[in-house]
């Protein structure tokens, strides 16, 4: 184990007695004083290996209110989120697995995962830049979902660091995926920076440069349930998003191009609704429920809030901010029981993802924000996630 700060240097140069005495009175102060303080430091344990033999770090992150975020270097995924309940309560609310082959296994549904290099779909799993058409593997029927199929961001081992700020305890995740990974062009330096306050809030910023043009479109992956990951159901929990139109989809689920508006149906999330309320409305359209883009309020690239998300029992309260211009909501319609952390199961919509976005297939789609990335030009998008209770 190996911590973010290193706490125990002050009593070196000195004589052996001096120095036992120091170190005993060290021990003391820290079971008294300490733990809070050490509460609030990364701490970087092994877990495990892939199956091509690469380590996985885990970064375990407590905040001054016993908050706790765990990050695995694998997909730089966010692992595990316990926060209390508005009885003090502490629940695991999110999806994930114990050991490294779960997050391997067919079972995992890109849980916690960063996806890119270009989330969500791209029709045909074609694009062209300048003339030149560049085809990518197809892994959801005709179109590429979530950025290929072996090396995706998502599988690959990211390389973390511990940082710190006034804000708060976090970790940068660094990747370059090679000219030509997955299909796409260009090498594409990414980071992606988690970082957790004392305000309970979890920021991640993403950033990616490129040396040649090539879209790209990071995300987040989480599945969250506020009753407590396992729990049977979303379908309780009320959603209030702030778009006024969203993007209507095709058979394969790729955006026809419409920007609709939300009203009258049940896309109209501008006033809390339980997600139960309407949702079978959509069991026979594509994504057998919800599994849409939404076009939010907010254009202007400044972070703003987009999503609200309550639980009525535990009163835990989601509240998503980010820079970006979409958010896909997807009410987990192809969870199938998948076996993961602590022995529970993930069943048929028992989580939802809010994954802050460009446009699914933006890159094939004029009317759509571009999200085609330039050398010289840094991407940059920020998704803030904070849990409170009310
Ligand atoms: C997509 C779903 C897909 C899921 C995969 C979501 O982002 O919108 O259609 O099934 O990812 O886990």
Request: with cysteine; aromatic share 10%.
């Amino acid at each position: 184990m190996q911590r973010g700060t290193f706490v125990g240097t002050y009593c070196g140069g000195r004589g052996t007695l001096v120095r036992l005495l120091c170190f005993t009175s060290f021990v003391v102060a820290s079971a008294l004083v300490l733990p809070v303080a050490l509460r609030a430091e990364v701490e970087v344990t092994d877990f495990g290996k892939t199956a091509d033999g690469k380590a996985v770090k885990a970064f375990t992150i407590t905040n001054s209110k016993g908050v706790v975020v765990k990050l695995i270097s694998r997909g730089a995924t966010l692992a595990e989120w316990r926060v209390p309940d508005k009885h003090g309560k502490m629940d695991d609310v999110i999806f994930g697995f114990d050991d490294v082959a779960g997050y391997e296994s067919k079972d995992n549904g890109y849980f916690g995962a960063t996806v890119g290099r270009v989330a969500n779909r791209i029709a045909g799993g074609k694009f062209k830049i300048d003339g030149e058409e560049y085809t990518l593997a197809k892994n959801d029927g005709p179109n590429t979902l979530h950025g290929g199929v072996k090396r995706s961001l998502d599988k690959v081992v990211w390389n973390g660091k511990p940082i710190k700020n006034q804000d708060g305890e976090g970790v940068a995740f660094t990747y370059t995926s090679p000219d030509g990974e997955e299909g796409f062009p260009g090498k594409l330096d990414c980071k992606v920076t988690y970082l957790l306050t004392n305000k309970n809030a979890l920021r991640i910023d993403y950033e990616a440069t490129t040396d040649q043009a090539t879209p790209v479109n990071l995300t987040n992956h989480t599945y969250f349930n506020l009753s407590g990951a396992g729990s049977p159901t979303i379908n309780d929990h009320e959603l209030m998003i702030a778009a006024d139109h969203y993007t209507p989809i095709d058979a394969t689920l790729i955006p026809t191009g419409e920007i609709a508006p939300v009203e009258g149906t049940p896309f109209d999330f501008r006033e809390f609704h339980k997600i139960g309320e309407r949702v079978d409305q959509l069991n026979d359209q594509p994504g057998k429920g919800y599994d849409h883009n939404f076009v939010l309020n907010n254009q202007a690239g400044k972070l703003a809030l987009a999503v609200k998300l309550h639980e009525p029992k535990s009163g835990r309260v989601l509240s998503v901010f980010t820079t970006e211009p979409g958010l896909q909501f997807y009410g987990g319609n192809f969870l199938t029981g998948a076996k993961a952390k602590g022995g529970k199961t993930y069943a048929y919509r028992s989580g939802l993802c809010l994954e802050t976005q460009h446009y699914p297939n933006s890159v094939n789609e004029p009317k759509f924000p571009s999200m085609l990335l330039q050398p010289g030009r840094t991407y940059k998008h920020t998704c803030v996630y904070q849990i409170t209770t009310e």
